[in-house]
């Protein structure tokens, strides 16, 4: 190594003030690639993969609401902090890229063009070719606008334009369903951003589902609770015209004094251990228990999964493609939790519940630690009179 490189490496970096809403709770680091629980807190998306518990309901470690389902990663506050704090976004980047490697196991690849098609794409609105050459130039405006170097993130100054410095605008933090500026933003498990208001508006009665316009993917949870860190963010950058949207929605809505709806069940009570009455063994040990430990879907994010499990055989990443029954019998066009690169036309086939023997040592291992989402594994097959089914992904 030269002198010249030496002298580069250690040059000083411009350090970047993070709001402390935008820290994550577990590793206290800029979130990277946010997860938004039911709850409304954030993390970040191994921090909330490896808090989970891959035996029971998991736990929120800041409110200790209870909660079951893995959440997508909410992009529209991704590429907010890639906009906000951009040289620690590249740190962040960079050092979990090695982790990342170092285990072989890899968080979904994001990149803003493909978001933006496959956005598209997931909802069935296939571009024109008119469409198509307006979201060329709207990605070479992009890249255009990312060659000069960027402004202090602490800043809220105006250009003459009427941006901040940081590039950060309206047209960042639009509601999905009503394309205005988000008003007590509430993010869905499939990781898109609505208002409070126009999510009570696509829940269906009946089912007591709220399907997202987007993906058309229901939301398993229940109604998830406003993002308090997105909404402080949004009052600060945009006082004026959020103060005027907000008083300006005459929706009449039961909330309690949390602003949430009062009839929702919590979520994950059904699978959690205080129902487990009859038993003085906590669910998951109990021979005839129907859990899968360690295994979530990666189509709804339920974790673990309960009753039926189809595996992909297909798929050879370390993580696996599993889905729960009900994912399986209504497939979508989402992609896996992970950068798992599985396709339609791949083969799934029913896996069994594994036994354990429980020593000491087996449940300090499973208590203790975070359980890994396992792909196919010899050691998984069920015994030779087991029920396990080979089939094709349903059409």
Not at 52 to 73: A, E, N, Q
Request: hydrophobic share 30%; glycine share 6%; net charge negative.
């Amino acid at each position: 190594m030269d002198y010249m490189t030496m002298i580069k490496d250690y040059e000083p970096q411009e350090e970047e003030e993070i709001s402390d809403k935008f820290l994550c709770c577990v590793c206290l680091e800029l979130l990277y690639k946010p997860i938004v629980l039911s709850c409304g807190h954030l993390s970040c998306f191994w921090c909330v993969h490896w808090s989970m518990s891959g035996l029971r309901v998991s736990h929120c470690p800041i409110c200790r609401d209870p909660y079951l389902h893995f959440p997508t990663i909410c992009l529209k506050l991704h590429f907010l902090l890639k906009k906000l704090y951009p040289i620690t976004h590249n740190k962040r980047e960079a050092q979990l890229l090695k982790d990342e490697q170092a285990r072989a196991c890899f968080s979904p690849q994001i990149d803003e063009p493909k978001a933006k098609l496959q956005s598209l794409s997931v909802s069935g609105e296939y571009p024109s070719l008119v469409n198509c050459f307006m979201l060329m130039i709207l990605l070479y405006l992009d890249e255009c606008s990312n060659t000069e170097p960027l402004e202090d993130a602490k800043t809220v100054n105006v250009h003459e334009n009427g941006l901040p410095k940081n590039g950060i605008s309206k047209d960042d933090l639009l509601c999905s369903a009503c394309k205005e500026l988000l008003v007590r933003p509430v993010v869905l498990n499939c990781g898109h951003v609505y208002c409070e208001g126009c999510v009570v508006d696509m829940m269906d009665r009946e089912s007591e589902k709220i399907k997202c316009k987007e993906c058309h993917v229901c939301d398993p949870r229940r109604f998830p609770k406003v993002c308090l860190a997105l909404e402080q963010f949004l009052e600060e950058y945009f006082p004026e015209e959020y103060s005027s949207r907000r008083s300006g929605i005459q929706k009449t809505l039961a909330l309690d004094s949390k602003g949430n709806f009062q009839k929702y069940y919590k979520e994950g009570t059904s699978s959690s251990d205080e129902n487990n009455n009859n038993n003085s063994l906590p669910r998951w040990a109990n021979p005839a228990c129907d859990v899968h430990i360690g295994v979530g879907c990666d189509s709804c994010g339920v974790y673990p999964i309960e009753g039926e499990r189809y595996r992909c055989i297909d798929c050879k990443e370390k993580m696996g493609y599993d889905l729960c029954k009900d994912c399986y019998e209504t497939p979508s066009k989402v992609p896996g939790r992970f950068n798992q690169q599985h396709t339609p036309d791949h083969r799934f086939e029913r896996a069994s519940v594994r036994q354990l023997l429980l020593n000491l040592n087996s449940i300090g291992i499973l208590v203790g630690g975070p359980m890994v989402h396992e792909g196919r594994d010899e050691s998984e097959e069920g015994p030779p009179d087991s029920d396990v089914t080979t089939s094709s992904s349903p059409e």
